[in-house]
């Protein structure tokens, strides 16, 4: 996951290992493209709205690097129209915060679907 808001990054990190995952948390999308995990990765939840690099414009680097990643943006904000965009060009789901372990599950589950026929 890639978010700025460092209690994002210490709270869903926990959640997603109860819910039987492995996450690895990036404070920035430049910060996990120098990490050496995007090999590794089979799913990426990333915060749109970020210092630098956005979770959109990460997504598109991925993309023309021939690296396909199911993606879940999530965001504060609810301009519903730019979060039916950024999912129809880039993601499985477009989460507003705060969000349900339910959506945010129901999402995981999604992006595994569209990930195993990478």
Do not use: Q
């Not at 993309?63 to 990643?69: E, H, L, T, Y």
């Not at 730019?82 to 589950?109: G, I, Q, T, W």
């Amino acid at each position: 996951m890639v978010d700025d808001d460092e209690s994002v990054r210490e709270s869903l990190p926990d959640l997603l290992w109860e819910m039987g995952f492995e996450p690895c948390a990036f404070a920035s999308a430049e910060e996990f493209l120098e990490s050496g995990s995007v090999e590794k990765t089979k799913c990426l939840i990333l915060d749109i709205k970020m210092p630098g690099m956005s979770g959109p414009e990460l997504a598109s680097t991925l993309r023309a690097r021939g690296i396909f990643i199911p993606v879940i943006f999530i965001t504060a904000n609810d301009r519903n129209i730019y979060r039916m965009d950024v999912v129809a060009e880039h993601a499985v789901a477009c989460l507003y915060k705060p969000f349900s372990d339910e959506d945010l599950y129901n999402a995981l589950l999604e992006a595994g679907k569209r990930g195993e026929g990478n």
